[in-house]
């Protein structure tokens, strides 16, 4: 049973080299466990597409004071939300300068940098890091039981006493292991970037920003009632701009993805922001949205499954996170290896700590507390009328209609639900379902 | 939303697919077949890949190439056929490069 375990088998093989794996890595190799990350991509962070903001406070244990050494765009000290319609927008715009200064909160970072900085610090702790190699299978015993990968390398079968796959959204290891479906459109949503150019003092200007300083905008009512959302966010001297959207209401709109940028580019709100920027790079990436209860199960014999692979991001509501979220699993899941590798059980069972140790912290936490936010926020009233609403009645507040005298907000909110065809009882009932999502 | 602004409607979409750097593998990592796209009436990936690599041919069929693939996997997550659309990542060290992700 053991002929895949050479005598050069190393204890684990990370497949990855994003957030969670690196992460993963990281913890292994300070324990003084061998291992290998396996990278398809030229270079870590070359595959891989976020939507805005990096909160890396979950290595404060692991990189002490890493934000002097984090290949950093901005450090966000304003965070907009920003509800839309064609021709109206309102705005919740914080800002704090804590933010902008040690330990800091979120950055904006380009992931070719911030990737491979962090997969740097697994190999200087002593992984081994293989880029331009697919894992193109597993690797199983006659039991069942993982031992290793099949890579598209010359002699590519690389044997380990554990897997651990990060590699991603579209996992096609877990879904050889059985943990993901072949495919699942009803629990993702496709993100596509540009990336514009502008000089770093028109940024500052613009935005209202010192150097160093960033601004991360969300926005919802700017995908033309496809349910999603839109981003925008500064770098150093770019501007981040994008559009998330649900893939099976994409697919059926006729409504093409850069049609969608498109039109959120030249809203009256954002086009002014824009102008004179220069088109650097187009993305696409789908994001895994179903939250806590579409994540699959996180562990089987010789197997543990982190970040997008395990549809780790957070997508709930005002919170959207995912690399954060990546790294705290891949922390997790190569302490929980690293345990098992010492107490000699790699089973399932050996690994279950996996999954208790994410239920310790904000991973499966957060992901737990608010696991109704993403159909709640992607839904029908959200998405295409609450928007109307929110905004009609914010200018019908400061629209001064002398010498008619001002109407009650009562009396606002009451017209606007009208012209809007939102009925109170609805209203109510989903802002009841909202306090309940998000207590 | 208003229509596309016309400040935008200068980047042509081969222009938009230029900013973005690719190593063109040998192998081709998407395949399709044909025959059954001929009985599907939706044509999801037509309308939802970001790469618009899709095309839909006068015999009903569908045209697709995989050079300039984002490797989002969009296109075999909305096809509502399995079977049409066998799709795996490129080899290792080709495909798409971002670096500004």
């Known amino acids: ?439 | 939303m208003t229509p596309a602004g016309e400040e935008w409607a200068d980047l042509s979409f081969d222009d938009r697919m230029r900013t973005v750097e690719f190593r063109v593998g040998a192998r081709a990592h998407i395949v399709v077949d044909s025959d059954v796209c001929r009985s599907c009436t939706t044509r999801e990936c037509v309308t939802a890949c970001p790469a618009n690599l899709f095309a839909p041919t006068s015999d009903g069929g569908i045209l697709f190439n995989y050079e300039q693939c984002f490797e989002c996997g969009t296109c075999y997550m909305v096809c509502n056929s399995a079977g049409a659309i066998e799709w795996t990542y490129p080899d290792g060290g080709y495909g798409v490069v971002f670096r500004r992700g």
Not at chain 1, 140 to 154: A, H, K, L, N, Y
Not at chain 1, 230 to 240: H, I, M, W
């Open chain 1, 1 to 439: 049973m053991t002929n895949a375990q050479s005598p050069e088998a190393c204890d684990v093989v990370v497949v990855g080299a994003g957030p969670a794996g690196s992460a993963a890595a990281l913890a292994l190799a300070r324990r003084g466990h061998s291992v290998v990350m396996v990278e398809r991509g030229p270079f870590a962070g070359s595959k891989n597409v976020y939507g805005g903001v990096v909160y890396a406070r979950v290595l404060d244990d692991v990189i002490p004071n890493w934000w002097e050494q984090v290949p950093v765009q901005r450090w966000v000290v304003r965070r907009s939300t920003m509800v839309m319609t064609g021709s109206q927008a309102v705005s919740v715009d914080v800002r704090t300068q804590a933010w902008g200064q040690p330990p800091y909160n979120g950055m904006t970072v380009y992931r070719a940098d911030f990737d491979a900085w962090l997969a740097e610090h697994a190999v200087a702790a002593g992984a081994k890091l293989l880029t331009s190699t697919l894992a193109t299978g597993l690797l199983w015993d006659r039991s069942g039981r993982v031992t290793g990968v099949r890579t598209d390398r010359p002699g590519g079968d690389l044997p380990a006493k554990v897997v651990i796959a990060c590699d991603g959204v579209n996992s096609f290891l877990a879904k050889e292991v059985g943990l993901l479906p072949r495919a699942d459109a009803a629990h993702h949503t496709l993100g596509v970037k540009e990336v514009l150019a502008l000089p770093a003092d028109v940024i500052e200007e613009r935005f209202g920003l010192m150097p160093d300083e960033g601004l991360d905008v969300e926005v919802i009512g700017c995908t033309r009632e496809i349910p999603g959302g839109g981003f925008l966010y500064t770098n150093r001297d770019t501007v981040s701009i994008g559009v998330v959207v649900s893939l099976t209401a994409l697919s059926r709109s006729g409504m093409r993805p850069e049609e969608l940028i498109a039109g959120f580019k030249s809203h009256p709100a954002v086009a002014p922001w824009l102008r004179g920027a220069v088109l650097k790079e187009y993305s696409a990436h789908l994001i895994p949205e179903g939250g806590y209860d579409a994540m699959p199960d996180l562990a089987t014999d010789g197997f543990l499954v982190a970040g997008d692979a395990a549809g780790m991001t957070l997508a709930a509501g005002v919170w959207l996170e995912g690399v954060n979220f990546a790294m705290g699993a891949g922390l997790a899941a190569g302490r929980t290896a690293a345990d098992a590798l010492a107490a000699g059980d790699v089973s399932a069972a050996g690994l279950s700590g996996y999954r208790k140790s994410l239920e310790s912290n904000f991973v499966l936490q957060d992901h737990k507390r608010f696991r109704e936010a993403p159909k709640l926020v992607l839904s029908d009233r959200m998405q295409r009328q609450y928007n109307h609403l929110i905004c009609d009645v914010a200018e019908q507040m400061f629209t001064v209609t002398n010498p008619a005298p001002k109407p009650g907000l009562l009396k606002l909110l009451a017209r606007s639900a009208r012209r809007n065809r939102v009925h109170f009882r609805d209203l109510i009932r989903d802002g009841i379902e909202t306090i309940r999502v998000f207590r």
